[in-house]
């Protein structure tokens, strides 16, 4: 019998409602389609969510864990093989300390509302602070801007300075995010060309800052191609001409921003003629866009990884929010306010800023690292160190890994080491339903159950959506026996290595249920779980809300937000002194001919996505895309191999003439290829990014994240 099930995707970030046709007597998936009766996503999917009937059936899916013998494989069972982690996690810890215990979590964890909770929770127990992120090697910039702007990352705009309450813009500028393909939380959730066309008819103006003619830019009233890892000169130029012409909203400045005038003088050298001249942006367009976004009555500027995985990304990031600050837009309709959630705990209206510090005491062995708070005692260690942590002798050496949910090997920088690191380990253990790069150089594989073999609720990123949604999902088919739900990893290994789990509602005594699980994590939630559970395609609870924050939530002891930050400030003295490149590289004495920018394909999330024939058939790989002048000067043609060079790596890949990429730049989808020892024919595989970015070098200073876009490098033909 087919029977027709409802319940939400959770192949990226988004959640949007599908509709799911079962094979019930099989326990099959047959076919997925966007739920018409979702409020939140009405009906929409995408590409990827669409293919998911072919990742759960898969016939390369793991139906087992896997145990290395030698240089095969064995099948294992579950509760063996974690019985046999746990024991080998105990005589590590008692031999090295419980340091040398790490987690690397990612998507596959974090798309489920336990398995990231649950699995910190089990490393807390070890008393290992080695946590560590897919965030830190992407977007530790939103935090670090949140601490300067607000004095606190946890206002209730959260460290993404709100969501875009587009349908209320005037205007809408998007800085280094493309969210039509990438869905990201510039403008945020499904539908994104829609949302986009619906405020457009009602008169938004679109200001697109990126290298880049996007799909979005290709429809913006002003597209600015900036030359990559040139935006905080291109935004300190804006504010100049802001402050300057004196367009920024007085009476809101005067009220709840401070540090104007050390900004005006910070950014006074960023005038017009300099900033075209390091940007690439006729100067004409520079006060344009200064004018049209200051001018507007509401609106908000809006930043994506394009800024934060680029050079000064701090500052970049910091600047976004300051260009908001000081046209009135944060936390005013029709600018950047509050979700104020459905599973998140309310918070009175007049309640206290919460204080949380930006670095944690201690920290990483590494170029004086530390861990990055991104929430009330939540603290994750910076990622980009993680291969030096495992490979530098000494007290602390981290000796066992369990990846939760990621692919290293494709997404880490400086992938040769990635690879050196992985091999050196005591214990690599990794969750994946499929026999990934990272997977290949594991002791143990755990298979885990797909998520539509599981309950599930949309706890993620919940006051980041786009609107107050929330919805609970029961598991829509059984799956194979045995298999481990993402929670399960945590409680498990706790379990078995006699240690207690310290989360409200969970007991070691009797293994809980998963929605008691559930119920534990949304038990302080504005709106009950019960009562979410009524609604079987989700339900909107409430509207965004404007006075959250002003001036109550501001941490800085002035309530005021800081526009004038004198590390921010400091940074920009450093921009200013910096030479103008006219090539790729940074430094004057540097040779590089391109800078190699990172892009989203519409059919892959990261590495997920690549081994589904659906998705493949469309892109069998990541293409270099090279402005057709720059292909002519190098003497290939289209499709041609070439070599990208940055000095730490050289990877070769296909290049594809694209008259919407800026000469002087390479623009390629990351966490691709595969480590350099299986690597075959980079049309079938793609080509690694990874293996260009050092780790070590170019690195924030904060947060030690390398620069991940924006990389100086030589193409040349193959
Ligand atoms: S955007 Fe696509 S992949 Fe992401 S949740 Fe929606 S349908 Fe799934």
Redesign the pocket.
Known sequence: MIETKKSF????????G?EVDVDTERQQVLEVRGDPDNPY?RG???I??RAVPEEINHPDRLRSCKKRIGDGWTDISTDQALSEIAEKLLAIRERHGARSIAVYAAGGAGFSAGGMPLTKTWLNAVGSPSFYTAFTIDCPSYVVAANWLFGTVCTPLGMYAGVFDVDNAEVGMFIGTNPITS?GLGLGG?FPGKRLRDARSHGMKLIVVDPRRTEMARSADLHLQVKPGEDATLLAGLVNVIIERKLYDREYVEQYVSGLEALAAAVKDFDLDYVARRTRVPADQVAQAAVMFATAKTGAARQGSGLTMSRHQNLNTYLVYVLNALCGRIDRKGGAVTNPGVFSRPRPADAPPVQVPLFAEGGARMRGLHGLFTGPGYVEMPTATLSDEILEPGDGQIRALVVHGGNPVAAFPDQEKTVRALKALDLLVVVDPFMSTTAQFAHYVIAPKHFLERPDATTLLDASLPIPFGQYTPAVVRGPEGLLEEWELGWELAKRMGLPLNFPGISMERKPSSDDVIKALSGRGRVSLEEVRQYPSGHIFGELVVGAVLPHAIAHPDKKMAAGHPDALAELCEVRAEPVAEAGGYEAHETFSHRLIAMRMPEF?NSKGQSLATLHAKHAYNPAYMNPGDIERLGVHDGQLVVIDSGRGRIKAPVKASSDVMSGVVAIAHAWGTAPEHEGDVRQTGSPTGRLIPDDLLYDQLTGMPLMSALPVNVRAA
């Open positions: 995707c959770r192949f990226c970030h988004v959640f949007c599908i996503s929409y999917t995408c990827k969510g869905h499904p999330y």
